[in-house]
T-cell receptor, first 114, second 113 residues
Framework: KAGVTQTPRYLIKTRGQQVTLSCSPISGHRSVSWYQQTPGQGLQFLFEYFSETQRNKGNFPGRFSGRQFSNSRSEMNVSTLELGDSALYLC?????????????FGQGTRLTVV | GENVEQHPSTLSVQEGDSAVIKCTYSDSASNYFPWYKQELGKGPQLIID?????GEKKDQRIAVTLNKTAKHFSLHITETQPEDSAVYFCATQFSGGYNKLIFGAGTRLAVHP
């Protein structure tokens, strides 16, 4: 069974640009969550989608947005990139959108803003 | 608010020794406590988890204990091996948070041959 797939693996963008990251969850998983990982702030929750609906959102500015498609694939977008957005962006998928469900992570997308 | 404290931040042991990592959480409504291992260049890998109705869970050399009264849980690795070297994260899921996980800051474990 294929794991969580994130594309691209690496990305370099210029300050002010926007970027879109993609996540394909494990087959059958309908919940997708996104996290930002930085050395200073650790792993921080961005948002979670289930059945194409955002159910929860972390404390990030409105420049960070996401969506989920009918096949459960998800994308996240960051507009007007800032240097501080440089991070590893991780996607996690879960079987059903319930509490206490195991979350499986992808390899992440390493975003560098210059 | 939602908070998970993890200690120690770094841990160095000799191969064959045991390693213990401890986490404390703030929300008494938390009911799911996973542990993740992250190797360099990879995403976090779920290694073991425990739910609030269980006090201890074991999987070969790995065990997790939960004390809901004191609001802390711990990861125990016995007979450590060099391949156990990685960063370990504890996490908790709060009520009403759906699949939102709150992570500890991580523990860098080094196992020396």
């Amino acid at each position: 069974k294929a794991g969580v797939t994130q594309t691209p693996r690496y990305l370099i963008k210029t300050r002010g640009q926007q970027v879109t990251l993609s996540c394909s969850p494990i087959s059958g998983h309908r919940s997708v969550s996104w996290y930002q990982q930085t050395p200073g702030q650790g792993l921080q929750f961005l948002f979670e989608y289930f059945s194409e609906t955002q159910r929860n959102k972390g404390n990030f500015p409105g420049r960070f947005s996401g969506r989920q498609f009918s096949n459960s694939r998800s994308e996240m977008n960051v507009s007007t990139l800032e240097l501080g957005d440089s991070a590893l962006y991780l996607c996690a998928s879960s079987w059903v959108g319930q509490l206490n469900t195991e979350a499986f992570f992808g390899q992440g997308t390493r975003l560098t803003v210059v | 608010g939602e908070n998970v404290e993890q200690h120690p931040s770094t841990l160095s042991v000799q191969e064959g020794d045991s390693a213990v990592i401890k986490c404390t959480y703030s929300d008494s409504a938390s009911n799911y406590f996973p542990w993740y291992k992250q190797e360099l260049g990879k995403g976090p890998q779920l290694i073991i988890d425990i739910r609030s109705n269980v006090g201890e869970k074991k999987d070969q050399r790995i065990a997790v204990t939960l004390n809901k009264t004191a609001k802390h849980f711990s990861l125990h690795i016995t007979e450590t091996q060099p391949e156990d070297s990685a960063v370990y994260f504890c996490a908790t899921q709060f009520s009403g948070g759906y699949n939102k996980l709150i992570f500890g800051a991580g523990t860098r474990l080094a196992v020396h041959p």
